[in-house]
């Protein structure tokens, strides 16, 4: 079984400035994918940003990178310039292509970011 | 883009009464739909797998009798809590699986919110 693990409960960071939010996983499946979604004070579950395990470039997405390692089973994330709509929690997320899965999510314990002004 | 609609948003029930939660794929079909229980400041628990036309498959640990889904069509699955008590009390999130590429992406719906008193 695949888990995933988020060792930081709680982070802050001030406005404009960078902060990483750090996954790690274990998983004995060669290839997959990655998820960070952030959830925010409405709870609305929001796709940030999505890695191919097969794929060696890191994705981004504006302000959002991810920085992963396969071999160390590491998959943080980067915000860069952060904002206060930032404020959320933030789950990494774990998938094993869909012919093996039904494709459901494995989900870390959450960072809860909060941006200050 | 894929949107996902849950009805009702929040809930308040008596002890003993059952309540049903809809979830609906918008602008796209769904042959598989997923349910999730969330507690504060927690991570998504995955509670079942809905497929179209077939018996929801559910994790360990799940009452299914409690938490009956049914899944009638590619756009609609419905959770229904049955003689609800205050330890149901919780929020509910869904998602519905769309295929893009190798892997099936979920989108989530806002979430229901209920209060069994």
């Known amino acids: 079984a695949q888990t995933v693990t988020q060792s930081q409960p709680e982070m802050s960071v001030q406005e404009a400035e960078t902060v990483t939010l750090s996954c790690t996983y274990d998983?004995?499946?060669?290839?997959?994918?990655l998820f960070w979604y952030k959830q925010p004070p409405s709870r609305q579950m929001i796709l940030v940003i999505r890695?191919?395990?097969?794929?060696?470039q890191n994705a981004t997405e504006n302000r959002f990178s991810v920085n992963f390692q396969k071999a160390a089973k590491s998959f943080s994330l980067k915000i860069s310039d952060s904002q206060l709509g930032d404020t959320a929690m933030y789950f990494c997320?774990?998938?094993?292509?869909?012919?093996?899965?039904?494709?459901?999510?494995?989900f870390g314990e959450g960072t809860q970011l909060t941006v200050n002004p | 883009g894929a949107v996902v609609s849950q009805h009702p948003s929040r809930v308040i029930c008596k002890s003993g009464t059952s309540v049903k939660i809809e979830c609906r794929s918008l602008?796209?079909?769904?042959?598989?739909m997923f349910w999730y229980r969330q507690f504060p400041k927690q991570s998504l628990m995955l509670m079942a797998t809905s497929n179209e036309g077939s018996k929801a498959t559910y994790e360990q640990g799940v009452e299914k009798d409690k938490f009956l889904i049914n899944h009638a069509s590619l756009t609609l699955s419905t959770l229904t809590v049955t003689s609800a008590h205050p330890e149901d009390s919780s929020f509910y999130i869904c998602s519905a699986s769309l295929a893009l590429g190798l892997y099936n992406e979920q989108f989530f719906g806002p979430g229901t919110r209920l209060t069994v008193l």
């Open positions: 890695q191919e395990a097969y794929k060696q």
């Open positions: 998983t004995s499946e060669s290839n997959y994918y």
């Open positions: 997320a774990f998938m094993k292509p869909q012919e093996t899965s039904g494709s459901r999510l494995t």
């Open positions: 602008d796209f079909q769904a042959t598989t």
